[in-house]
């Protein structure tokens, strides 16, 4: 036991783990050996094993305050706050003047937002013990919460004069510095937290988040790193970790890291949108052993060794599922895998592992809207089947399923005259949901859209007529974030220059999203604005159909949806909006300046407006292309946009290449949003100057997803340049592809 102590003295729980089951015989009702092993599980974050040696040892004795105070601090991890309350009641009830369970008891009651209740119980473990350095690093927390900033600061202080040791204090000063956008005295304050825990995962996460917005992210991922390495399940370092994995350099790093981590976020669902993931998890399959065997062998390979190989790629399956993948390699692959797979049907075993895959894969052609051309071989085959299954449908045979699925890798279901036939199968219940369910819902959803006033422009209407056959985009999942924020503080945290106008309703705006296709961008703004008062409107009833679908699986309430043209904005009911999003919109209409217009004249004095507008510069190869094949826009069948597509492939002209490493390149929708639409503008920095100049709007700077690039611009130009769109102006021309997607950009009615 002694060797046990001493371990968890120097803070080696692991070793305390490895070492334990030698005591387990001659121990297992000593008390203090099942409080080694529950405080050392607890450490490391393995709350669940923690409470089962707790809970032995409590078995042992029920009234151990020590055991007591433990299980409830094991819960408190878990957020399992009635439980960890209990416990700490507990405590109370054996010793009233019981500070620190006091003060957990107001920390749940922070947590489950009983601010009062929770006062009242900081406020007595401060009476009892005035050097309670926890109640005041609790209440700090709450004085932040009532954005009684100066107050909370001030309750942090006392909580390191009380215990300069207290590192959550210190953390906890480093985090309202980052609101702040003081970067370098947030990255003082975690690395004092650091030296005092050097264990202390939520620090290393903290500084990661910092390097993030100085735009530092291999160094933010190594920090990340190290919090997961203390605590594999750290929610905030996964999420943080799965948004810069499309600007790291995979070289650096173990693979097989790599690939756990990829796993685990994925499993987890701390992406936020997995086409993030997919470009540097491409870079690791590509180099998968499994995956270039089969690349180079496929013609040859057993099909049933082919699926039993891709199997063990687990990264590729999962993203299967999820969203297209941009890379042509792993495109070419799909194509020859679906064409060996018809080919050879009647060698694939039916097993269960064979019809994962084979759906996995069949999801993704689903995602990517079959963009793949099928071959004239292939289009005898699946003639056979549809008519074999249509056939066999009554019979149910045990092939079924895998010849439905084979179908559904070329085309939707319900393009085929039995597919209502099939809707009570089990087995294929999500295929089913994907293809049918989702699209009746769909369309009863359509028949029920408010609809203000007709749309005339004939620009508006080829727009509208695009996006009715071809909603942009075509998604399946996103993890939203629950950590919503005032507007101001949104702001302050986007670094922008705005200033305070007392007819702005920051802490429940009223958002307009002009444009909100297929309801990505309003659940953004959803997740991002705290008691948000959100109305969304867009062309096309197929769009806000998709919306209406993804809002209601995601279960938020008190979104309104209007279909609607911006022109119209002038009749429109609504008005003296806070805030209005509209990305990727204007730049559509016949006349962007009068678009411009309409959305200012429903915005208070004062407010916000969020723009998204092409960059001349950063899409010069799709000007090039639209220059080449401008002739080809007349006709956009779904056959068309595919042959246009592979023309593109064949051809691979140099003016041409980096096309194909745009996501938007690798689905039908996304393919005809990103080359073939109705109509289309592009800005420069100077254009954007004097866009919002003719309508008195105040440029308050860009929101970047990729922050490296304001960190170059500060380092060129200086803070003070920031809103400087002359200097922007002369930086992209300099650096051209740093708005490839668009402007994303904010601006003030002043």
């Known amino acids: 036991m002694k060797e046990l102590i001493e371990l968890h003295k120097s803070n080696n729980f692991i070793e305390v783990i490895k070492l334990a089951p030698k005591y387990f015989d001659t121990h297992f009702k000593d008390i203090l050996f099942l409080n080694l092993l529950g405080t050392s599980h607890f450490s490391i974050g393995e709350y669940d094993k923690s409470i089962n040696f707790f809970i032995k040892a409590l078995n042992i004795n029920k009234n151990d305050i020590?055991?007591?105070?433990?299980?409830?601090?094991?819960?408190?991890?878990?957020?399992?706050?009635?439980?960890?309350?209990e416990y700490f009641k507990n405590v109370i009830s054996i010793d009233p003047n019981n500070f620190y369970a006091l003060n957990m008891i107001g920390n749940s009651l922070f947590v489950?937002?009983?601010?009062?209740?929770?006062?009242?119980?900081?406020?007595?473990?401060?009476?009892?013990?005035?050097?309670?350095?926890?109640?005041?690093?609790?209440?700090?927390?709450?004085?932040?919460?009532?954005?009684?900033?100066?107050?909370?600061?001030?309750?942090?202080?006392?909580?390191?004069?009380?215990?300069?040791?207290?590192?959550?204090?210190?953390?906890?000063?480093?985090?309202?510095?980052?609101k702040r956008n003081d970067t370098d005295t947030a990255l003082l304050y975690f690395n004092e937290?650091?030296?005092?825990?050097?264990?202390?995962?939520?620090?290393?996460?903290?500084?990661?988040?910092?390097?993030?917005?100085?735009?530092?992210?291999?160094?933010?991922?190594?920090?990340?790193?190290?919090?997961?390495?203390?605590?594999?399940?750290?929610?905030?370092?996964?999420i943080n970790l799965s948004n810069i994995l499309r600007y790291i350099?995979?070289?650096?790093?173990?693979?097989?890291?790599?690939?756990?981590?990829?796993?685990k976020i994925l499993d987890t669902k701390t992406y936020s949108k997995p086409k993030y993931i997919a470009p540097f998890a491409i870079q690791l399959i590509k180099n998968n052993k499994l995956f270039i065997n089969i690349e180079k062998n496929i013609e040859t390979m057993d099909i049933n060794n082919v699926f039993q190989d891709l199997s063990k790629i687990s990264i590729l399956i999962k993203l299967f599922r999820l969203c297209p993948l941009p890379d042509l390699r792993v495109e070419s692959l799909l194509k020859k895998l679906r064409h060996k797979t018809i080919i050879h049907l009647d060698q694939i075993d039916n097993?269960?592992?064979?019809?994962?895959?084979?759906?996995?894969?069949?999801?993704?052609?689903?995602?990517?809207?079959?963009?793949?051309?099928?071959?004239?071989?292939?289009?005898?085959?699946?003639?056979?089947?549809?008519?074999?299954?249509?056939?066999?449908?009554?019979?149910?045979?045990?092939?079924?399923?895998?010849?439905?699925?084979?179908?559904s890798l070329y085309q939707r279901l319900t393009n085929l005259s039995w597919h209502k036939k099939i809707i009570s199968n089990p087995t294929i219940q999500l295929l089913i949901k994907l293809h049918i369910d989702d699209y009746y819902l769909e369309q009863k959803i359509k028949s029920d859209i408010n609809s203000f006033s007709s749309i005339i422009n004939e620009t508006s209407n080829k727009v509208k007529d695009q996006y009715e056959i071809n909603p942009y985009p075509r998604w399946q999942t996103i993890v939203l974030s629950n950590n919503q924020k005032s507007l101001d503080e949104f702001l302050i945290e986007k670094n922008l220059n705005f200033k305070i106008f007392k007819k702005i309703n920051f802490d429940?705006?009223?958002?307009?999203?002009?444009?909100?296709?297929?309801?990505?961008?309003?659940?953004?703004?959803?997740?991002?604005?705290?008691?948000?008062?959100?109305?969304?409107?867009?062309?096309?009833?197929?769009?806000?159909?998709?919306?209406?679908?993804?809002?209601?699986?995601?279960?938020?309430?008190?979104?309104?949806?209007?279909?609607?043209?911006?022109?119209?904005?002038?009749?429109?009911?609504?008005?003296?909006?806070?805030?209005?999003?509209?990305?990727?919109?204007?730049?559509?209409?016949?006349?962007?300046?009068?678009?411009?217009?309409?959305?200012?004249?429903?915005?208070?004095?004062?407010?916000?407006?969020?723009?998204?507008?092409?960059?001349?510069?950063?899409?010069q190869s799709v000007i090039n292309f639209r220059d080449s094949f401008s002739n080809s826009f007349d006709d956009l069948s779904s056959h068309q946009i595919k042959r246009?597509?592979?023309?593109?492939?064949?051809?691979?002209?140099?003016?041409?290449?980096?096309?194909?490493?745009?996501?938007?390149f690798y689905s039908l929708s996304e393919f005809r949003d990103l080359l073939l639409h109705a109509k289309e503008h592009q800005y420069s920095c100077i254009d954007i100057k004097n866009l919002l100049s003719e309508e008195k709007l105040e440029f308050i700077g860009f929101e970047l997803s990729n922050t490296s690039i304001y960190r170059k611009f500060i380092d060129l130009y200086g803070e003070d340049s920031k809103c400087d769109l002359l200097k922007w102006h002369e930086f992209e021309k300099n650096n051209n592809n740093i708005f490839a997607g668009m402007y994303q950009f904010w601006c003030q009615k002043t």
């Open 66 to 85: 020590n055991i007591l105070s433990n299980l409830g601090s094991a819960y408190y991890q878990k957020n399992e706050h009635l439980k960890s309350k």
């Open 112 to 178: 489950e937002k009983n601010i009062d209740e929770s006062i009242l119980y900081l406020n007595k473990s401060i009476e009892i013990n005035p050097k309670n350095s926890d109640a005041f690093n609790t209440l700090g927390l709450i004085f932040e919460l009532k954005k009684d900033y100066k107050k909370a600061k001030e309750m942090w202080n006392n909580s390191l004069d009380t215990n300069p040791s207290n590192f959550n204090a210190k953390n906890n000063l480093g985090s309202l510095s980052l």
């Open 193 to 238: 937290a650091l030296k005092i825990n050097p264990h202390f995962t939520e620090a290393y996460s903290n500084i990661g988040t910092t390097f993030i917005k100085i735009g530092y992210y291999q160094k933010a991922f190594e920090n990340f790193k190290k919090a997961l390495d203390l605590n594999f399940n750290h929610l905030n370092s996964l």
């Open 249 to 263: 350099k995979l070289e650096n790093f173990n693979n097989d890291y790599i690939e756990r981590l990829i796993n």
């Open 351 to 407: 097993v269960e592992i064979n019809l994962f895959v084979l759906e996995s894969i069949s999801i993704n052609f689903f995602i990517t809207e079959y963009l793949i051309p099928i071959t004239d071989e292939e289009n005898t085959h699946l003639n056979l089947l549809s008519n074999k299954v249509s056939n066999d449908i009554q019979n149910n045979s045990p092939s079924l399923n895998k010849i439905i699925l084979v179908i």
């Open 508 to 619: 429940s705006p009223k958002v307009l999203v002009a444009g909100c296709g297929t309801g990505q961008h309003t659940l953004s703004v959803q997740s991002s604005y705290l008691n948000a008062d959100i109305t969304c409107i867009d062309l096309s009833t197929s769009s806000i159909a998709y919306a209406k679908r993804k809002i209601l699986e995601y279960n938020l309430p008190n979104i309104k949806f209007f279909h609607c043209d911006i022109l119209n904005l002038e009749k429109f009911p609504y008005f003296d909006y806070d805030l209005i999003e509209s990305s990727g919109v204007i730049h559509h209409m016949e006349s962007p300046n009068i678009g411009l217009k309409l959305l200012v004249s429903k915005l208070k004095q004062g407010g916000f407006l969020k723009l998204g507008l092409y960059s001349r510069i950063a899409r």
């Open 644 to 664: 246009i597509r592979q023309s593109l492939i064949e051809k691979k002209l140099d003016k041409f290449s980096n096309l194909f490493f745009w996501s938007d």
